[in-house]
């Protein structure tokens, strides 16, 4: 049987002077800094396509506190290729209430898509595309690292993984609202600025892997003018992650994994140039960021050179969006309009 510790003796989860409750994954990251460790204890082997009861410990500070939470598979290919599954956690907003926490109830866990060194290495690369997209921009999804001890059944392995701040809290957090309508929106419905952010944010870390028409690998949030949002996440099929079961996106443009393709729609060069200016004014904050990681080093220096080139480019005649889209200036996402990638 799986136990229980009393919730409303474990937490205190209000800071000093808030006046909103703090979420589940604003305490765990009040130790990222020392390294969170946390336990996800399930019943039972996770099926295919189903859930599982099982309860999230963790600690804080010298104490440890435990929720129960229903656990269940996510991602198209991981979750039918890799040995370790990602998944949905699914917590019950009574136990969170209880605990004097904050009602955000689902988070996705990122975990190694197999055991071992070089699975973990791919995990801490798209956990620092997370980071180096929230260097970039706020209107990205934040990430909790975790020490993570995982039982499921009879079986405990212990890897790194990462949580994935809940959809509910980033729109409160920054005054949005989720779209649940993610097809067959056109380029005039989004913020151009947000939209051109995301798609070089794709373009820096070598990704194909998304599309906005069919609301692939892209969440969408509605600003107060009605203006949408878009807001990436799973990388792991870009170069930078570069894992090992990930192909090139040929329908995106690109030949070899590491191929800078720019899926983002024509939007005028001064909102261009804005974004690409700050990109590279971000330069050295992403140098520091993977410092550790000498392939990143050497792809994110390689990446930063050629967009400084454009840069360059964009200022002569060829006008920004022209010099980003480069030999791949005909390829037209899936279900979208050619007019809204200048080609007529």
Not at 21 to 34: Q, T
Not at 70 to 88: M, N, Y
């Amino acid at each position: 049987m799986l136990r229980f510790l009393p919730l409303a003796l474990l937490f205190f989860a209000f800071t000093l002077g808030a006046t909103t409750p703090s979420s589940l994954f604003d305490e765990l990251g009040l130790e990222e800094s020392r390294g969170t460790s946390a336990t996800l204890d399930i019943e039972g082997m996770i099926p295919a396509d189903g859930e599982r009861p099982g309860v999230f410990t963790f600690r804080l500070g010298e104490e440890t506190h435990s929720l129960s939470v229903e656990v269940s598979p996510r991602g198209k290919f991981r979750r039918h290729h890799c040995t370790l599954k990602p998944l949905k956690l699914n917590f019950k907003k009574g136990e969170l209430r209880a605990a004097g926490l904050a009602e955000y109830d689902k988070y996705k866990l990122v975990v190694p898509c197999h055991p071992g060194k070089e699975g973990e290495r791919i995990l801490m690369r798209e956990y620092l595309a997370y980071q180096a997209y929230g260097l970039l921009t706020p209107y990205s999804f934040r990430t909790q690292l975790l020490e993570l001890s995982f039982r499921e059944g009879d079986e405990e392995r212990h890897f790194p993984a990462f949580l994935i701040e809940s959809k509910r809290q980033f729109a409160d957090r920054m005054g949005l609202e989720e779209v649940t309508e993610i097809y067959g929106n056109m380029q005039k419905d989004f913020d151009p600025a947000a939209e051109v952010t995301h798609a070089l944010f794709q373009y820096l870390i070598s990704n194909g892997d998304w599309n906005l028409t069919l609301g692939r690998n892209a969440k969408l949030f509605r600003k107060a003018s009605g203006q949408l949002v878009p807001v990436g996440y799973d990388f792991d099929f870009s170069g930078w992650v570069s894992a090992p079961y990930a192909r090139p996106s040929r329908d995106a443009g690109q030949r070899k994994l590491t191929d800078h393709v720019y899926l983002g729609y024509a939007q005028p060069d001064l909102v261009l140039s804005e974004v690409v200016e700050n990109f590279l004014l971000q330069s050295d904050a992403l140098k520091e960021l993977v410092r550790g990681d000498a392939y990143l080093r050497f792809f994110l220096r390689r990446t930063m050179v050629g967009l400084g080139k454009i840069s360059e480019q964009g200022m002569g005649t060829d006008g920004y969006y022209r010099s980003l889209r480069g030999a791949d200036h005909d390829v037209i996402p899936f279900g979208a309009e050619a007019s809204a990638f200048a080609i007529m």
